[in-house]
């Protein structure tokens, strides 16, 4: 599967890449989707513990902070040109296209 890149987003290899809810299964599987593709600058985030992360990558930033304020989405978010990627929409869209094509 290719991800496609609205308006050119993420197309860099050193772009930031945000992975938020990257301690559960998706969210983890999108990380190392990215770290193998040749992305740098990976930020992984969970409010998880990390001893509760399905999957942790060395070479990856993992954060552990809750996103549901303003102020740690603003964290999340700091540095390079920014890319967001939220599995839970990645799920919503895997799931639609499923029943979309099996029916």
């Known amino acids: 599967m290719e991800l496609t890149r609205p308006n050119g987003v993420g197309e860099s290899k050193d772009a930031l890449i945000v ?23 990976i930020r992984a985030v969970d409010k998880k513990p990390f001893g509760e ?18 102020d740690s989405c603003r964290r999340v978010c700091e540095g390079r040109r920014k890319s967001i990627i939220w599995p839970q929409t990645w799920a919503a869209w895997a799931s639609l296209s499923a029943s979309v094509w099996s029916a």
């Open 53 to 70: 992360w399905y999957q942790r990558l060395p070479e990856v930033e993992h954060v552990c902070l809750d996103c549901s304020s303003e």
């Open 19 to 41: 992975v938020t809810g990257a301690g559960g299964f998706i969210g983890g599987h999108l990380v190392k989707y990215f770290h193998e593709k040749g992305f740098k600058h």
